[in-house]
């Protein structure tokens, strides 16, 4: 019924805005009697085989929602309901910020993918704090965390360790995400030096209460061998709780949309069908030269059961939507844990 009465009327409008319509109208169905308990009946599946414990958290099944859908926390408590066993919040901010101009996400519906140059647009820190006091606890909860557009790169650090702070006591994991290519001045994060200094920062923190939560790591799927050793080499030398593979590409390789088209939209970050062999590559890379010493998270391109155990296969602890859930819709995340019961 998505794919083919819902998404091509969803798909006729601007996505961003067809976005935040959605949000809505998730919200004010769920506020009718009994809508949480069908959707519940319709996409939830509960099964022990389905568990998951990593770095101290259960999780009740695999597949979560990456951050970027619901980046102010409006909107998890109802998103639970549609059986994802995590959901990741944000990429949060120290203060709120527009992000980019508009128009700044496109489909490429030829190659099932998305691009987007959000910028970190997000309502701030106090609002998402606001939001996460609201929590009943369904699932998991990660908040994904980065720094301010405008702020020096002297005080990225500060940023990252103000949202760290405030955000401890509502979120059950945290992403440092420092790999994103939609925000200006980024040549820093990727620099090994300073991440080491974050990490280290973030992880003092970390100490000063009295539940100390996990910390991973986003990293891109454009990473050549060289740079997946450099994080191997990262993780274990400040002892990471994990990391996630992979955020959205650069890369414009190999897509069925038009050059014309791809340069009228311009630059930002590719995601959905279109990345999932470079995100499967680099989870298997990190995942066999390490020799599992870490979990990792896997995200990129899932948009079918099998595309789910691809990951799981290649070596990913859990797994995250995002792209597909647009494409394929709800029933995707049954879809999926429904086969992982089966090779279980």
């Given at each position: ?90 990429t ?37 704090i ?10 998991a ?17 500060k940023?990252y ?17 420092v ?20 990490i ?12 100390q ?48 088209r ?83």
């Amino acid at each position: 019924m998505y794919k083919t009465l819902i998404r091509p009327i969803l798909f006729r409008f601007d996505p961003e805005r067809i976005h935040y319509f959605t949000f809505s109208l998730i919200r004010n169905l769920s506020k009718i009697p009994g809508v949480k308990a069908l959707f519940r009946s319709l996409y939830l599946v509960e099964d022990k085989r389905l568990e998951r414990e990593l770095f101290g958290l259960k999780f009740k099944n695999p597949v979560g929602l990456a951050a970027g859908f619901d980046k102010n926390a409006v909107l998890y408590n109802e998103l639970a309901n549609f059986g994802f066993g995590f959901i990741e919040i944000g990429t949060i901010t120290p203060k709120g910020q527009e992000g980019n101009p508009k128009q700044r996400l496109f489909r490429l519906k030829e190659d099932q993918g998305i691009i987007n140059r959000m910028g970190f647009n997000n309502e701030g820190l106090e609002a998402a704090i606001v939001q996460l006091k609201k929590n009943k606890g369904q699932l998991a909860i990660g908040g994904n965390i980065g720094k301010n557009t405008q702020t020096k790169p002297e005080d990225y650090t500060k940023d990252y360790l103000e949202c760290f702070n405030a955000l401890h006591p509502y979120v059950d994991y945290f992403v440092l995400n420092v790999s994103c290519p939609n925000v200006g001045s980024h040549a820093k994060l990727n620099d090994k030096d300073y991440l080491l200094e974050l990490i280290e920062a973030v992880q003092k923190a970390n100490k000063t209460f009295e539940k100390q939560k996990p910390i991973l790591l986003k990293i891109a799927p454009d990473l050549n061998d060289g740079q997946l050793d450099e994080i191997i080499e990262l993780v274990q030398e400040t002892n990471l709780d994990g990391v996630i593979a992979s955020n959205t590409s650069t890369d414009r390789e190999g897509l069925k949309t038009s050059e014309k088209r791809l340069e009228e939209i311009g630059n930002g970050g590719l995601s959905g069908q279109p990345i999932k062999t470079k995100s499967t590559r680099v989870i298997k890379y990190l995942a066999e030269k390490s020799g599992k010493a870490f979990p990792i998270i896997g995200v990129g391109g899932i948009h079918s059961a099998e595309d789910a155990l691809e990951k799981l296969d290649a070596g990913a602890d859990l797994i995250q939507i995002y792209t597909g859930f647009i494409y394929e819709g709800p029933s995707l995340i049954k879809n999926i844990n429904k086969e992982i019961m089966k090779k279980a």
